[in-house]
């Protein structure tokens, strides 16, 4: 009989401290030399993501890294693949019930595929359980033995530590959980201060950015000669252009507003900060072009891109905060932005961002903006 103590022990000590991934790698080897013959662990949960369904993770030390990676994303709509329907996954998700089955002569054409590639690396038995959550949710532990298979005590033995790993596992969900939604909604940076404790209605510091505003040009005409569903979708297509466009130059998106959009480009402070900042900001404003004319988006937009120092940080009522950054270089970039459509121009930049960038520039017009005292100078990058 196996003595379940030290793996408890292991499990609830060291062994939940460094994510699911660690806890799968070490508890796999454990479990085969306590005497299990175990060829294959996984455990996975649902998380809450806007493209990802599920997570696993995977210790199988000899499966090829493309067969079995070491985490496995799922993304939305898995229940209609057939990697799914049908497997033994699906029966204990629906049944909420243990499911084993030996892997041995008796598989048939019924028996999902899974179970027969399984056998034809050498498995011999196939054991799931579900994790039951305290949210009503749950998670699933997966065991694969080879040799001789899985025998009583075995059996007894995961049962035991499928429990013991279930509270484990939601911990670990809920911080995924948190992550996933901070990130998908405040952007990767802002999400990160979040959930590092920046929560406190103004909690604020100054920071030196590259701003950039965008919004849709005839948005208003758009919503009201076209369905509702269609302009919604238009939108979608326009914030994903911006969203990769934007990733794909360290920046990140604050704000979604209506038809606009506000992304951050951060500076170091230093003057080789302020100047990455500000070519980035502009890269990706040449890239969210690149990007639209490729995907043939049916709307035309502008940018506006300003360099100054914002508030970023926590604003709002007692019960009630968010995330954002305020001043008057925002409002000058927004600013910028709506004398695109009057000088027929995709992108204009301020005076202040052109001096910082260091970068040929094209002298557009010298425009009164509301909120300063002086007319600004306006630029186009030279190459647009």
Same mark, same amino acid.
């Given at each position: 009989?196996?003595?379940?103590?030290?793996?408890?022990?292991?499990?609830?000590?060291?062994?939940?401290?460094?994510?699911?991934?660690?806890?799968?790698?070490?508890?796999? !080897?454990?479990? /085969?030399?306590?005497?299990?013959?175990?060829?294959?662990?996984?455990?996975?949960? /649902?998380?809450?993501?806007?493209?990802?369904?599920?997570?696993?993770?995977?210790?199988?030390?000899?499966?090829?890294?493309?067969?079995? !990676?070491?985490?496995?994303?799922?993304?939305?709509?898995?229940?209609?693949?057939?990697?799914?329907?049908?497997?033994?996954?699906?029966?204990?998700?629906?049944?909420?019930? !243990?499911?084993?089955?030996?892997?041995?002569?008796?598989?048939?054409?019924?028996?999902?595929? =899974?179970?027969?590639?399984?056998?034809?690396?050498? *498995?011999?038995?196939?054991?799931?359980?579900?994790?039951?959550?305290?949210?009503?949710?749950?998670?699933?532990?997966?065991? =694969?033995?080879?040799?001789?298979?899985?025998?009583?005590?075995?059996?007894? #033995?995961?049962?035991?530590?499928?429990?013991?790993?279930?509270?484990?596992?939601?911990?670990?969900?809920?911080?995924? #959980?948190?992550?996933?939604?901070?990130?998908?909604?405040?952007?990767?940076?802002?999400?990160?201060?979040?959930?590092?404790?920046?929560?406190?209605?103004?909690?604020?510091?100054?920071?030196?950015?590259?701003?950039? &505003?965008?919004?849709?040009?005839?948005?208003?005409?758009?919503?009201?000669?076209?369905?509702?569903?269609? *302009?919604?979708?238009?939108? $979608?297509?326009? &914030?994903?252009?911006?969203?990769?466009?934007?990733?794909?130059?360290?920046?990140?998106?604050?704000? &979604?507003?209506?038809?606009?959009?506000?992304?951050?480009?951060?500076?170091?402070?230093?003057?080789?900060?302020?100047? $990455?900042?500000? /070519?980035?900001?502009?890269?990706?404003?040449?890239?969210?072009?690149?990007?639209?004319?490729?995907?043939?988006? !049916?709307?035309?937009?502008?940018?506006?891109?300003?360099?100054?120092?914002?508030?970023?940080?926590?604003?709002?009522?007692?019960? /009630?905060?968010?995330?954002?950054?305020?001043?008057?270089?925002? +409002?000058?970039?927004?600013?910028?932005?709506?004398?695109?459509?009057?000088? $027929?121009?995709?992108?204009?930049?301020?005076?202040?961002?052109?001096?910082?960038?260091?970068? +040929?520039?094209?002298?557009?017009?010298?425009?009164?903006?509301?909120?300063?005292?002086?007319?600004?100078?306006?630029? *186009?990058?030279?190459?647009?």
């Amino acid at each position: 009989m196996h003595d379940a103590v030290p793996l408890i022990h292991w499990i609830l000590t060291d062994g939940r401290m460094h994510g699911l991934k660690a806890l799968t790698d070490g508890l796999g !080897p454990r479990l /085969r030399d306590a005497g299990v013959p175990l060829m294959r662990l996984r455990m996975g949960m /649902r998380t809450t993501h806007p493209l990802i369904a599920a997570v696993s993770y995977i210790w199988d030390p000899h499966g090829t890294d493309s067969e079995n !990676p070491d985490q496995l994303r799922t993304g939305h709509g898995m229940e209609t693949r057939t990697t799914y329907v049908g497997s033994p996954m699906e029966i204990i998700s629906n049944t909420q019930a !243990p499911y084993r089955r030996r892997l041995d002569d008796s598989l048939g054409p019924d028996d999902h595929l =899974v179970l027969h590639e399984l056998r034809e690396r050498g *498995a011999s038995d196939w054991y799931g359980r579900p994790m039951a959550f305290a949210t009503g949710s749950f998670g699933m532990v997966i065991f =694969v033995a080879d040799g001789p298979g899985f025998s009583d005590d075995d059996i007894a #033995l995961l049962d035991t530590l499928s429990d013991v790993l279930a509270p484990v596992v939601e911990a670990h969900r809920h911080d995924h #959980l948190a992550t996933a939604i901070a990130t998908s909604y405040l952007g990767p940076r802002t999400g990160r201060r979040v959930l590092e404790g920046q929560i406190t209605r103004g909690d604020i510091e100054t920071i030196e950015a590259a701003i950039l &505003f965008s919004d849709i040009r005839g948005w208003t005409a758009l919503n009201a000669t076209r369905p509702a569903g269609e *302009a919604l979708e238009i939108a $979608n297509r326009y &914030f994903e252009v911006i969203s990769d466009a934007v990733d794909s130059h360290d920046g990140e998106i604050l704000k &979604f507003m209506g038809d606009g959009v506000l992304a951050l480009f951060p500076s170091d402070g230093s003057e080789d900060g302020r100047q $990455n900042a500000c /070519r980035q900001a502009i890269a990706a404003a040449h890239a969210a072009k690149g990007i639209a004319a490729l995907a043939e988006l !049916p709307v035309a937009f502008g940018i506006g891109i300003h360099f100054g120092s914002v508030l970023y940080g926590n604003v709002g009522a007692r019960a /009630r905060i968010d995330f954002t950054v305020l001043g008057q270089a925002v +409002n000058t970039a927004a600013r910028v932005e709506a004398c695109c459509t009057r000088l $027929n121009e995709d992108v204009l930049v301020s005076q202040t961002l052109a001096d910082q960038s260091g970068l +040929n520039m094209r002298h557009v017009s010298t425009e009164p903006l509301k909120g300063l005292v002086e007319p600004m100078a306006l630029f *186009a990058p030279a190459n647009s």
